[in-house]
């Protein structure tokens, strides 16, 4: 049982910034390793970079929205995990420092410390962490969204039972406009927990107008950027965010099982999760059972084990994202997504997501008679995309080309059949 483990005796100083990350789960092992590797996409652009992704080869790729493609710097590191289990048996130090680096990592991708980071294993268990820590008896209100996808409503909605009390900002078409939001936050809303790229039409949420609102009214702002992060800058502190949560395994190209929660600061030590584990203690490695002492930064938010295939996958991805920047991924997504709106309107095919640059993301949708049946015919002429509410998703990233556009439409052009115009 990993728990059941001895203390760790190496100096504090081995285990990363993050202080309490002290000891193993077990025995110990001088487990010097190469570096995960950093690898730079910007230096030959696109074309070395899709080079990284062997599904190209084979394959249109047009499918992050679900999962992001496996790179070659991936595939390594998650070898470059198995190898240091083989070597070292149970290589803990090294694992949790391979963890704090993912924490910096993706501070530094958001201009967020690493303190104000927790590295969770799925964006719903962040957001059960931290609506335990929540107090419903001051402000009472949680509103999120129609958008919004659907665990985030399930974690909020499960919080009834402790007294929170849900509502949604309704759509209108395929919009959600702000003044949705405006009739529904008051001063008895807590927080407003709600998407920046919806899942199912591609629009793309006002975060600084939203962080505006929900301060004027004294509620804090979370917003889920799992269906934007890794595509276009993300600045925490600019956006003047409460809470950001997101996941390694779309635009982020890692691996399910790892996701992020961002905590301001000042917020951290106001909350204390019920949800919690010896992950999320300000020792990790005291094991005393007898006391509860939670860590002074975000980790608090944290349970059990790391997922520590997931964390290595994690690294190099978030690292291949860093080399290339997100403003140049924004810049080349929002060229492809403009080809991609131009085409589908040339052809008068019904598009649900605003065709505006600056309300969408790296996802568009056009309606489909039977959108399960063009996945599969896509798919079986080499072009993988996906399917929400009877409409086709395209998402698109850096390892992505015009050519790729172009091959979607064109295999569009090939069933009539299984469209929907705008004149139907
Ligand atoms: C916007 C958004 N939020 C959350 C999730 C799911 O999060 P998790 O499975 O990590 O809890 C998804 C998954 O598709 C998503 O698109």
């Known amino acids: 049982m990993l728990g059941d483990a001895k203390p760790g005796h190496l100096p504090n100083d081995r285990l990363g910034e993050q202080p309490g990350l002290v000891g193993d789960h077990g025995a110990r092992h001088d487990t010097r390793m190469p570096e995960v590797s950093r690898q730079t996409g910007q230096a030959n652009g696109v074309a070395a970079f899709r080079k990284q992704f062997p599904i190209f080869e084979q394959k249109v790729y047009l ?34 420092r391979r963890m704090e680096e993912l924490r910096a990592e993706f501070a530094a ?50 919080q009834q039972r402790r007294g929170a009390r849900v509502s949604f900002a309704k759509a209108d078409g395929n919009r959600l406009p702000l003044n949705s939001f405006e009739e529904i936050v008051d001063q008895q809303t807590a927080l407003v927990s709600t998407t920046h790229v919806c899942y199912k039409n591609g629009f793309k949420n006002n975060v600084s107008a939203l962080a505006e609102l929900a301060h004027e009214r004294g509620a804090y702002l979370l917003i889920d950027a799992y269906q934007s992060m890794g ?51 300000e020792n990790v490695f005291a094991y005393d059972v007898h006391h509860l002492r939670y860590a002074a930064q975000a980790r608090r938010f944290e349970t059990g084990s790391p997922p520590v295939p997931n964390v290595y996958a994690a690294l190099a991805a978030l ?55 063009l996945v599969a015919v896509l798919a079986k002429d080499g072009i993988l995309c996906s399917t929400r509410d009877g409409a086709l998703r395209v998402s698109l990233h850096y390892y992505n ?21 705008t004149a139907d």
């Open 63 to 96: 499918s992050s929205c679900s999962q992001g493609a496996l790179s070659t710097p991936v595939e390594a590191s998650l070898q470059e995990f198995i190898e240091s289990w083989h070597t070292h048996g149970n290589p803990w130090e090294t694992w949790v």
């Open 109 to 158: 991708l958001i201009n967020a410390s690493a303190d104000e980071v927790a590295v969770t294993f799925s964006v719903s268990t962040a957001l059960n962490s931290l609506a335990s820590a929540l107090d419903y008896r001051e402000r009472s209100g949680v509103v999120t969204s129609d958008f919004d996808f659907p665990t985030v409503g399930h974690v909020w909605l499960a």
């Open 231 to 281: 595509t276009q800058p993300m600045d925490v502190k600019a956006l003047d965010l409460d809470f950001l949560v997101t996941g390694a395994l779309k635009y982020l190209l890692g691996s399910p099982g790892v996701a992020f929660m961002y905590v301001r600061r000042e917020l951290i030590e106001r909350l204390e999760p019920a949800d919690s584990g010896w992950f999320g203690q």
């Open 319 to 373: 690292r291949l994202i860093a080399g290339v920047g997100l403003a140049t991924i924004e810049e080349h997504v929002r060229e492809l997504m403009s080809r991609f709106i131009a085409g589908a309107r040339q052809r008068g095919l019904h598009l649900i997501t605003p065709e505006e640059p600056a309300d969408r993301g790296p996802l568009a949708m056009v309606k489909s008679a039977d959108a399960p049946k």
């Open 401 to 421: 080309t015009a050519e790729d556009v172009d091959a979607v439409l064109a295999g569009l052009d090939r069933h009539p059949e299984l469209l929907v115009t």
